[in-house]
C-alpha cells in the first residue's frame, strides 16, 4: 500500500533539474510523479518512479543526497469538492499531513494525490475506515 | 587512568624543572653568540636593540632583543640566515610560500640527528613501537613532514611505508594488504580516507591499523573524537615548522593533555599578538620559538603566528617537558569580522556538535555596503539531509543559532550539493574572503 518515494537535495542551480532528469533518462528509469519544495539556496525533489531501487543506485553514483521515503497515492473524483472529504477524514482523526502534490491519471476521471503524513499507519487506518481507497504501489509506479 | 607509558629518552623528557632552565639559559647563550658571528640579519638586529648576547643574565633577559618574523627569511632568502657554510649543510628543506617567495631551510649532520631523536620521542609518546608499519601519507619532497616522521620511525626500528599523498585508493590497497598499524597524515587527509573507506564498504577494524600521528594543520577535539571513531584508531597530535625544524618541536602522549614541547631544544615564550609583550604563564596568545640547539639554521625569538597556551605542570606520563595546547588557529587565518576575531576552528567545533555534521566546510567572507558578511556553506550528506523542508530549514536555523552564540557574529548557513567544495589531499582551505579592503 505504501509507494516508495526518492527525495534528493539539490542546490538552486540552473541545469541542476535537467541533470537528475538526463541520469535517470539515461539508466530507462521513469518518472511516475514528482514535487519540488524549493528556497532561495536550496530545494527537495521528491519523485515517484518505476525503479526507486535502481533510481537511489544511479543518483548516489553521481554523489547526490539521496533518501527514500514512504507516501500512500489515493485517487480522488476529479471533480469540485473531491479532495475535501478526504481532508475532513484526516482532520477528523488528527492526521497530520507533512504534504502533498497531484496529478490526473491518464483516463481523466480520477485525480492521484501523493500524500506524506507524520503518521502513516494512522492515516490508512482512518481512511480505510471510512471507505477511501488507497492505491496499490504497482498503480502508481505503473501510472 | 592507566596506560602505557613509553618514554624514549627519559633523562631529557623528565629533567626537573630546574634542570631544563640551566640547560636552557646555556645553549641560550652559545646560540646567541653563534648567531652574532655568523648571520648577518642578526648583527643587525643586535646592533639596533642596542643588546648583546653577552648582556644576557637570565632566560627572562630573552625578550629585550627583538622577533625574528617570516618577512626576515623572505628578505634573506635563499641561504642568507644560514649560520654554517654550505659545506656543512646536509639537507635542504622549504615550506610552501603561498604567498611570495618560498622559505628555505638548512639542517647539518647534526641537526638531522636531533630532528630524528625528537620525532623518536613523539612518536614513542603516541605508543609506536618497533613492531608497528608506520604509513608515511604526507608528501615526500620539500615539506619537511613525510622526511621527519621516516627518519624518526627508523630510530625507533618501525618498519617504514613511504606511501607519500594522494592517489586515495592505492593508499587504502596498500593500508589492507601491508598490514600498516599506524598512520601519519593531516587529520583533513584522514577523514578523506575514512570517507573512502565507507564508499568502498571497507571496515576499518578489518584493518590493523591502531594509532594515528596526525599534524600540520590545526584540527578540534571533536574532530579527534571522529577520527578515532570512524578509523578505529587512537589519535595523537603533534607539531612542527619547518622554519623550528619540522615536526618533532611537540607532540601528545597517550593521555592527550597537550603536546610536549622539546624545551631542552627550544624556548618557548607565548606573546600578545598586537603588542609583542610577553604574556604571563597561562596566557593564550602567540607562540614565540627560539633554537637551542640548532646549527644549520638558528632561530631567535621566532613568530610562530599559532595561537596556543603552556602548561608548566607535570603531566601524569611522567615528562616534566611543558605542554602546549592544541593550536587555536593562527594569527594570520584569524579573521575579522565585524571587528570579532573569529577561528575557522570554533566554526568547525560547532558543525561537529551537531550531530552527524562532517567538517566539509568552506567561510566564504564578503563585504556589502560597508558590512562584513559570513557564510558557511556545509555540504550535505544523509545524516543531515530530511525530506521534510520544515526539518531541512530547522536544521539550518539551528546551525546558524550556535554559530551566532560561539562566535559572537552572525552567520548565514548554506547547504551545498557533497563534494562542492574543493577537496584538496594535503592541507584543506577553509576561507575564502571576498573583501577588498
Redesign the interface.
Known amino acids: 500500500m505504501k509507494v516508495e518515494q526518492i527525495s534528493i537535495f539539490i542546490e538552486n542551480k540552473s541545469g541542476r533539474l535537467a541533470e537528475i532528469t538526463a541520469i535517470l533518462g539515461k539508466a530507462g528509469i521513469n518518472i511516475r510523479a514528482l514535487s519540488l519544495a524549493d528556497t532561495s539556496d536550496f530545494g527537495i525533489l521528491r519523485l515517484i518512479v518505476d525503479d526507486s531501487e535502481k533510481a537511489l543506485k544511479v543518483l548516489k553514483e553521481q554523489r547526490f543526497t539521496v533518501s527514500i521515503t514512504n507516501v500512500i497515492g489515493v485517487a480522488v473524483p476529479d471533480t469540485p469538492g473531491g479532495l475535501t472529504s478526504i481532508l475532513q477524514i484526516l482532520d477528523n482523526n488528527s492526521v497530520n499531513v507533512e504534504y502533498m502534490y497531484a496529478f490526473v491519471e491518464r483516463s481523466g476521471d480520477n485525480a492521484v494525490i501523493i500524500f506524506r503524513f507524520d503518521n502513516i499507519d494512522e492515516a490508512i487506518a482512518a481512511l480505510t475506515k471510512n471507505g477511501i481507497k488507497i492505491l496499490p504501489s504497482e498503480h502508481i509506479t505503473s501510472i | 587512568m592507566s596506560l602505557p607509558v613509553n618514554i624514549w629518552n627519559r633523562d631529557a623528557e623528565c629533567l626537573p624543572r630546574e634542570a631544563i632552565r640551566q640547560l636552557q639559559l646555556k645553549r641560550l647563550q652559545e646560540t646567541l653568540s653563534l648567531v652574532a658571528s655568523k648571520v648577518p640579519c642578526y648583527q643587525a638586529k643586535f646592533k639596533d636593540s642596542g643588546f648583546q648576547p653577552a648582556d644576557l643574565q637570565s632566560l627572562e633577559d630573552l625578550r629585550h632583543l627583538p622577533f625574528t618574523t617570516k618577512e626576515d627569511l623572505r628578505m634573506n632568502y635563499p641561504y642568507g640566515m644560514f649560520a654554517v657554510p654550505m659545506r656543512e649543510v646536509v639537507r635542504i628543506h622549504s615550506s610552501s610560500g603561498t604567498t611570495g617567495k618560498p622559505t628555505v631551510v638548512g639542517y647539518t649532520k647534526a641537526d638531522i640527528k636531533t630532528w630524528t631523536e625528537l620525532v623518536a620521542r613523539f612518536m614513542t609518546a603516541a605508543g609506536v613501537t618497533r613492531e608497528d608499519i608506520v604509513h608515511i601519507a604526507f608528501g615526500y619532497g620539500l615539506f619537511t613532514g613525510a622526511f621527519g616522521l621516516h627518519y624518526g620511525s627508523e630510530a625507533i626500528g618501525a618498519s617504514v611505508i613511504p606511501m607519500s599523498g594522494g592517489n586515495t585508493d592505492k593508499q587504502l590497497m596498500i593500508m589492507q594488504d601491508y598490514r600498516s598499524s599506524a598512520l601519519v597524515c593531516t587529520p583533513s587527509y584522514g577523514l578523506t580516507l575514512a570517507d573512502r573507506m565507507e564508499k568502498q564498504g571497507i571496515d576499518p577494524r578489518s584493518l590493523a591499523l591502531r594509532v594515528g600521528l596526525f599534524g600540520a594543520e590545526p584540527w578540534s577535539e571533536q574532530m579527534r573524537r571522529e577520527l578515532e571513531q570512524r578509523l578505529g584508531i587512537i589519535a595523537t597530535d603533534n607539531y612542527g615548522l619547518s622554519e623550528i625544524m619540522g615536526p618533532g618541536v611537540a607532540g601528545e602522549c597517550l593521555f592527550k593533555q597537550g603536546m610536549h614541547l622539546a624545551e631542552d631544544h627550544f624556548l618557548a615564550e607565548i606573546i600578545d599578538p598586537d603588542t609583542g609583550a610577553v604574556l604571563p604563564e597561562g596566557s593564550v596568545g602567540e607562540l614565540v620559538l627560539t633554537s637551542l640547539t640548532k646549527q644549520a639554521f638558528p632561530m631567535i625569538r621566532y613568530r610562530t603566528r599559532d595561537i596556543t597556551r603552556l602548561d608548566y605542570t607535570v603531566c601524569e606520563c611522567g615528562r616534566t617537558l611543558a605542554r602546549m595546547e592544541k593550536t587555536r588557529g593562527r594569527t594570520d587565518d584569524m579573521l575579522i569580522i565585524k571587528g570579532v576575531n573569529v577561528f575557522p576552528t570554533q566554526i568547525e567545533e560547532v558543525l561537529f556538535q551537531i550531530e552527524g555534521c562532517e567538517p566539509h566546510y568552506q567561510l566564504i567572507v564578503d563585504r556589502e555596503n560597508n558590512m562584513d558578511s559570513l557564510e558557511i556553506q556545509v555540504e550535505?550528506?544523509?545524516n543531515i539531509?530530511?525530506?521534510?523542508?520544515?526539518q531541512?530549514?530547522q536544521f539550518v536555523v539551528q546551525a546558524e543559532k550556535r554559530l551566532a552564540t560561539v562566535l559572537g557574529v552572525s552567520a548565514k548557513v548554506?547547504?551545498?550539493?557533497?563534494?562542492?567544495i574543493k577537496r584538496h589531499e594535503g592541507k584543506a582551505v577553509r576561507v575564502i574572503d571576498r573583501r577588498q579592503l
Open positions: 550535505v550528506n544523509e539531509f530530511f525530506d521534510e523542508m520544515k531541512q530549514r548554506k547547504l551545498v550539493e557533497p563534494e562542492s
